[in-house]
T-cell receptor, first 115, second 112 residues
Framework: DGGITQSPKYLFRKEGQNVTLSCEQNLNHDAMYWYRQDPGQGLRLIYYSQIVNDFQKGDIAEGYSVSREKKESFPLTVTSAQKNPTAFYLC??????????????FGPGTRLTVL | AQSVTQPDIHITVSEGASLELRCNYSYGATPYLFWYVQSPGQGLQLLLKYFSGDTLVQGIKGFEAEFKRSQSSFNLRKPSVHWSDAAEYFCAVGDNFNKFYFGSGTKLNVKP
């Protein structure tokens, strides 16, 4: 079955530590996205990538970093510079063929808690 | 700038009653419109989408939505709600640059 996997499902981190969230897709999609979800705020875009070895900042990129070395993988690192990292993180992918007319596919999410 | 507004944060309906969730968008060109549903602690699942053609679109689980360009709206409807429909619903707009903009969501509670 094609889809998106995120790991781990729950992640705990001490303040001052960097942590990396995994996102893998086998849908052969060019575009991948990271969103942060907080109660009552919907989804806010952190970073997105439309092709391997290229990515762009979203609306709330400060304190986060990404890489896109392979088409199927788009890991997100939450650095110690992120002031309030406790949130639910969602990864998504999108088939760029047809541009925005195609929907995004979402992973199951990772809940990050900073202790 | 593109934006999506879902004016209702919480809605409670009785099981078997009809449902309408509101969505208004701001976008300069022809929008690509989506409704997603999210169960607690899960990812988002697509309910339906509109990008051209018939302005009334049918989706999964008995949902439908109507695109009204004059009102910049894309409201989601269901004639008879089931208890399993309790979830959070998100409206989204896609642009021509592969970016997507989400509303803040509407949480649906279903009374037995």
């Amino acid at each position: 079955d094609g889809g998106i996997t995120q790991s781990p499902k729950y992640l705990f981190r001490k303040e001052g530590q960097n942590v990396t969230l995994s996102c893998e897709q086998n849908l052969n999609h060019d575009a991948m996205y990271w969103y942060r979800q907080d109660p009552g705020q919907g989804l806010r875009l952190i970073y997105y990538s439309q092709i391997v070895n290229d990515f762009q900042k979203g609306d709330i990129a400060e304190g986060y970093s990404v890489s896109r070395e392979k088409k199927e993988s788009f890991p997100l690192t939450v650095t110690s510079a992120q002031k309030n990292p406790t949130a639910f993180y969602l990864c998504a992918s999108h088939d760029r063929v047809g541009v925005g007319g195609n929907e995004q596919f979402f992973g199951p999410g990772t809940r990050l808690t900073v202790l | 700038a593109q934006s999506v507004t879902q004016p209702d944060i919480h809605i409670t309906v009785s099981e078997g009653a009809s449902l309408e969730l509101r969505c208004n968008y701001s976008y300069g060109a022809t929008p690509y419109l989506f409704w997603y549903v999210q169960s607690p602690g899960q990812g988002l699942q697509l309910l339906l989408k509109y990008f051209s053609g018939d302005t009334l679109v049918q989706g999964i689980k008995g949902f439908e939505a109507e695109f009204k360009r004059s009102q910049s709206s894309f409201n989601l409807r269901k004639p008879s709600v089931h208890w399993s429909d309790a979830a959070e619903y998100f409206c989204a707009v896609g642009d021509n640059f592969n970016k997507f903009y989400f509303g803040s969501g509407t949480k649906l509670n279903v009374k037995p």
